[in-house]
């Protein structure tokens, strides 16, 4: 920063002063306030945790009682301390059972009581309706058994107020400093600095309008007074050599003197024009490679935004197409549970030589295959993944290569060489093991029939950290990736055909001879779900490479469970009403449950269920999420639970768990199960439901 005069450059050093006097002072300030919030903290858990500490078991006593009133009385009584806005008492399930002030009133949720249940208590500062309060939080036991939570509100705004008040103080004080201490240093500086060099000043000015000889009277013994002196007799030696210089023109070689300083001087002068044509030459050239490189940006600009408007519409064709794959899979769900439910009925009753037992397989295992066929349509609809778990890549890449699936297919192309080199230090990934084993099926059949006269296909998987974006097929964001790598050596993809290689249905070979046409698309869906990238190096006639870049993770894998024995699913006689708005579909959970031992009933909508419980108990709902066109299982269960408020429910669908089941989940639903039904399917969620209800109360 440049200053004109050496008043604004003292200026200036008195702002810096100034404001480092500023930081210093807020520093301190800042750590007062700071130890000072942390003192008050510490005393406020010191008091609250003392009241808790003695009145902890009389509160007890009365929630172990279920005296709800005088609970109230106790909280009141709690209340009157000093500083205490309110509390809450709760139940172990987090609903509140007394409170002195409605304004706190709020369940306590799930993550506060797992953090209570390993903490015991916690104490932390909220903001509530603009205020801030003190929450301190606190299991309540009898005996060591727990069987309620405290919460108290201490209300700060006194403390505050204190502290607003305190920082006033000391930002007056600061205000007043810096004002005295401007005020004396500018006074100072003015009288002995600022004085005299305006007397210098003017002197110079006099001395360059030719008065030389000028004298300066400054009586000082520092530098300035140096600077004085020195003046003086630089003015006078000018004075005498102007005179001297004056006898000299008189001479007659003082005109070829002149003569050769006004060549020098036009010298310089043309010198300097041709600096200055050099200069403005090197400008324009420099804006003209801003210009170009201007243009290059834009026409860069350009190419991007018509490559995004491409993906937009890909993206949408997707998207629509995915809504019909969805809707069909819906009711391909439907029908298909017989098919792969009554099965396993079926085979519960017949003996392992019974010469039936074959074709019900027979059945079952189409039902399924056709089942897996539904997963890829709820893939492309981009409803198919329920739960992800922490997987390993290498472990699906290696139970693929040895399923019979592969040997299938390496029996039809047997030209086909598979290698494999599989990361050993490889990161685990989150995900379905269903469909990312499709999406490794599906790239190696792929692989295989672009070669189908014979070939090699190579498998690789490695860690990879992306530092920075990189352009591709799907534009890869920076992070840590776990990529998979399938390449063949078939005839590679064509650019027309590399856009729409993702879309359902289409493809270059016989439809029904090589598959049912979602391949790809379901690769794509799987990407979608799993927050994937794709990118695909391919040449013609050369062959492809599809690299899939899924997030990784550094959790570690969960071991699969194994087949679960039907005895520890059976029931007991209770009570089970079924509600569906299809008839077979309760035909088969009918079935089905009956064979395990439950007595059941059905109805086939939610507001026949309303009816039901009105004048009837059951031990546990099994509700159909998707009922048409009277009311969905949500809004039958918030129905039913005015009725009866500890209703056991299980929840079941053909799609993937969404907001509304998650919403009935959080009313009290417990397990979801997906359609079609299995008999452990079904079992297990209704025997999870009615031991987890039993435990809880």
Same mark, same amino acid.
């Given at each position: 920063?440049?200053?004109?005069?050496? !008043?604004?450059?003292?200026?200036?050093?008195?702002?810096?002063?100034?404001?480092?006097?500023?930081?210093?002072?807020?520093?301190?300030?800042?750590?007062?306030?700071? =130890?000072?919030?942390?003192?008050?903290?510490?005393?406020?858990?010191?008091?609250?945790?003392?009241?808790?500490?003695?009145? !902890?078991?009389?509160?007890?006593?009365?929630?172990?009682?279920?005296?709800?009133?005088?609970?109230?009385?106790?909280?009141?009584?709690?209340?009157?301390?000093?500083?205490?806005?309110?509390? /809450?008492?709760?139940?172990?399930?987090?609903?509140?059972?007394?409170?002195?002030?409605?304004?706190? /009133?709020?369940?306590?949720?799930?993550?506060?009581? !797992?953090?209570?249940?390993?903490?015991?208590?916690?104490?932390?500062?909220?903001?509530?309706?603009?205020?801030?309060?003190?929450?301190?939080?606190?299991? @309540?036991?009898?005996?060591?058994?727990?069987?309620?939570?405290?919460?108290?509100?201490?209300?700060?705004?006194?403390?505050?107020?204190?502290?607003?008040?305190?920082?006033?103080?000391?930002?007056?004080?600061?205000?007043? $400093?810096?004002?005295?201490?401007?005020?004396?240093?500018?006074?100072?500086?003015?009288?002995?600095?600022?004085?005299?060099?305006?007397?210098?000043?003017?002197?110079?000015?006099?001395?360059?309008?030719?008065?030389?000889?000028?004298?300066?009277?400054?009586?000082?013994?520092?530098?300035?007074?140096?600077?004085?002196?020195?003046?003086?007799?630089?003015?006078?030696?000018?004075?005498?050599?102007?005179?001297?210089?004056?006898?000299?023109?008189?001479?007659?070689?003082?005109?070829?003197?002149?003569?050769?300083?006004?060549?020098?001087?036009?010298?310089?002068?043309?010198?300097?024009?041709?600096?200055?044509?050099?200069?403005?030459?090197?400008?324009?050239?420099?804006?003209?490679?801003?210009?170009?490189?201007?243009?290059?940006?834009?026409?860069?600009?350009?190419?991007?935004?018509?490559?995004?408007?491409?993906?937009?519409?890909?993206?949408?064709?997707?998207?629509?197409?995915?809504?019909?794959?969805?809707?069909?899979?819906?009711?391909?769900?439907?029908?298909?549970?017989?098919?792969?439910?009554?099965?396993?009925?079926?085979?519960?009753?017949?003996?392992?030589?019974?010469?039936?037992?074959?074709? $019900?397989?027979?059945?079952?295992?189409?039902?399924?295959?056709?089942?897996? /066929?539904?997963?890829?349509?709820?893939?492309?609809?981009?409803?198919?993944?329920?739960?992800?778990?922490?997987?390993?890549?290498?472990?699906?890449?290696?139970?693929?290569?040895?399923?019979?699936?592969?040997?299938?297919?390496?029996?039809?192309?047997?030209?086909?060489?598979?290698?494999?080199?599989?990361?050993?230090?490889?990161?685990?990934?989150?995900?379905?093991?269903?469909?990312?084993?499709?999406?490794?099926?599906?790239?190696?059949?792929?692989?295989?029939?672009?070669?189908?006269?014979?070939?090699?296909?190579?498998?690789?998987?490695?860690?990879?950290?992306?530092?920075?974006?990189?352009?591709? =097929?799907?534009?890869?964001?920076?992070?840590?990736?776990?990529?998979?790598?399938?390449?063949?050596?078939?005839?590679?993809?064509?650019?027309?055909?590399?856009?729409? @290689?993702?879309?359902?249905?289409?493809?270059?070979?016989?439809?029904?001879?090589?598959?049912?046409?979602?391949?790809?698309?379901?690769?794509?869906?799987?990407?979608?779900?799993?927050?994937?990238?794709?990118?695909?190096?391919?040449?013609?006639?050369?062959?492809?490479?599809?690299?899939?870049?899924?997030?990784?993770?550094?959790?570690?894998?969960?071991?699969?469970?194994?087949? @679960?024995?039907?005895?520890?699913?059976?029931?007991?006689?209770?009570?089970?009403?079924?509600?569906?708005?299809?008839?077979?579909?309760?035909?088969?959970?009918?079935?089905?449950?009956?064979?395990?031992?439950?007595?059941?009933?059905?109805?086939?909508?939610?507001?026949?269920?309303?009816?039901?419980?009105?004048?009837? /108990?059951?031990?546990?709902?099994?509700?159909?999420?998707?009922?048409?066109?009277?009311?969905?299982?949500?809004?039958?269960?918030?129905?039913?639970?005015?009725?009866?408020?500890?209703?056991?429910?299980?929840?079941?669908?053909?799609?993937?768990?969404?907001?509304?089941?998650?919403?009935?989940?959080?009313?009290?639903?417990?397990?979801?199960?997906?359609?079609?039904?299995?008999?452990?399917?079904?079992?297990?969620?209704?025997?999870?439901?009615?031991?987890?209800?039993?435990?809880?109360?």
């Amino acid at each position: 920063m440049k200053f004109k005069s050496l !008043k604004a450059k003292i200026n200036f050093a008195i702002l810096i002063a100034c404001a480092i006097i500023t930081v210093i002072f807020g520093t301190v300030l800042y750590q007062y306030e700071v =130890y000072s919030k942390q003192l008050h903290f510490e005393r406020i858990e010191i008091l609250l945790n003392a009241v808790f500490q003695q009145k !902890k078991e009389e509160l007890a006593n009365e929630i172990f009682a279920e005296q709800k009133p005088a609970l109230a009385n106790s909280l009141n009584e709690i209340q009157k301390v000093r500083g205490i806005a309110g509390l /809450i008492a709760y139940d172990l399930n987090g609903n509140v059972l007394a409170s002195t002030d409605k304004k706190f /009133i709020a369940i306590l949720s799930d993550l506060e009581r !797992k953090h209570l249940d390993i903490s015991a208590h916690s104490i932390k500062e909220i903001k509530y309706d603009g205020h801030a309060f003190v929450n301190y939080s606190s299991i @309540i036991e009898v005996i060591g058994e727990k069987i309620g939570y405290l919460k108290i509100y201490f209300d700060l705004s006194k403390i505050e107020k204190e502290s607003f008040l305190t920082r006033v103080f000391f930002a007056v004080l600061l205000l007043s $400093i810096l004002i005295s201490v401007s005020v004396s240093i500018t006074i100072l500086i003015s009288r002995s600095v600022i004085g005299p060099t305006l007397i210098l000043r003017k002197a110079f000015e006099k001395v360059q309008k030719g008065q030389l000889g000028e004298q300066v009277y400054i009586n000082t013994d520092d530098e300035i007074g140096e600077m004085a002196t020195a003046f003086n007799d630089m003015s006078e030696k000018l004075h005498e050599q102007s005179l001297s210089l004056i006898n000299a023109i008189n001479d007659k070689e003082s005109y070829a003197l002149k003569l050769e300083e006004t060549n020098n001087k036009l010298e310089k002068l043309n010198i300097s024009l041709e600096d200055s044509v050099n200069k403005r030459t090197s400008e324009l050239t420099k804006s003209n490679k801003w210009l170009q490189q201007e243009i290059n940006e834009r026409k860069h600009a350009e190419k991007e935004k018509k490559g995004l408007e491409e993906k937009l519409v890909r993206s949408q064709k997707m998207e629509a197409l995915g809504l019909l794959a969805g809707g069909v899979a819906h009711d391909l769900n439907n029908v298909l549970t017989g098919l792969v439910s009554y099965p396993d009925f079926l085979l519960m009753n017949l003996a392992e030589n019974d010469p039936i037992r074959k074709p $019900i397989l027979t059945i079952r295992n189409s039902g399924q295959k056709a089942a897996d /066929i539904v997963q890829d349509l709820l893939t492309l609809a981009r409803r198919g993944v329920v739960n992800t778990k922490v997987l390993n890549l290498n472990i699906i890449i290696s139970n693929h290569l040895k399923s019979p699936e592969c040997k299938e297919l390496q029996h039809h192309f047997p030209g086909i060489h598979i290698e494999t080199n599989l990361d050993a230090n490889l990161l685990n990934i989150k995900g379905s093991s269903i469909h990312l084993e499709k999406t490794v099926m599906n790239l190696i059949s792929n692989a295989a029939e672009a070669q189908s006269d014979g070939g090699k296909i190579i498998i690789i998987t490695e860690n990879q950290y992306v530092d920075k974006p990189i352009k591709g =097929y799907d534009n890869i964001m920076a992070g840590e990736f776990v990529v998979l790598k399938v390449s063949d050596e078939g005839s590679g993809i064509a650019h027309d055909d590399l856009e729409r @290689i993702f879309e359902p249905f289409y493809t270059k070979k016989v439809m029904g001879r090589s598959g049912t046409g979602l391949g790809m698309a379901v690769v794509w869906g799987t990407m979608q779900d799993h927050y994937g990238y794709i990118n695909i190096d391919t040449v013609e006639g050369k062959g492809t490479t599809f690299k899939l870049y899924f997030p990784a993770t550094r959790k570690k894998a969960i071991k699969e469970k194994s087949s @679960i024995p039907i005895e520890n699913y059976m029931g007991n006689g209770e009570s089970i009403l079924i509600v569906d708005d299809i008839k077979q579909q309760r035909e088969i959970a009918s079935d089905l449950l009956k064979e395990l031992g439950y007595s059941v009933t059905t109805v086939p909508c939610g507001e026949k269920a309303i009816e039901y419980m009105q004048n009837n /108990i059951a031990d546990i709902l099994l509700l159909d999420m998707i009922m048409e066109p009277g009311i969905d299982g949500l809004d039958t269960y918030k129905q039913i639970i005015k009725l009866n408020p500890e209703q056991k429910a299980i929840i079941a669908s053909g799609f993937a768990e969404n907001d509304r089941v998650k919403e009935a989940q959080a009313l009290g639903v417990g397990e979801y199960v997906k359609k079609p039904y299995t008999l452990e399917k079904i079992g297990m969620a209704i025997k999870v439901e009615l031991s987890a209800r039993s435990v809880r109360t």
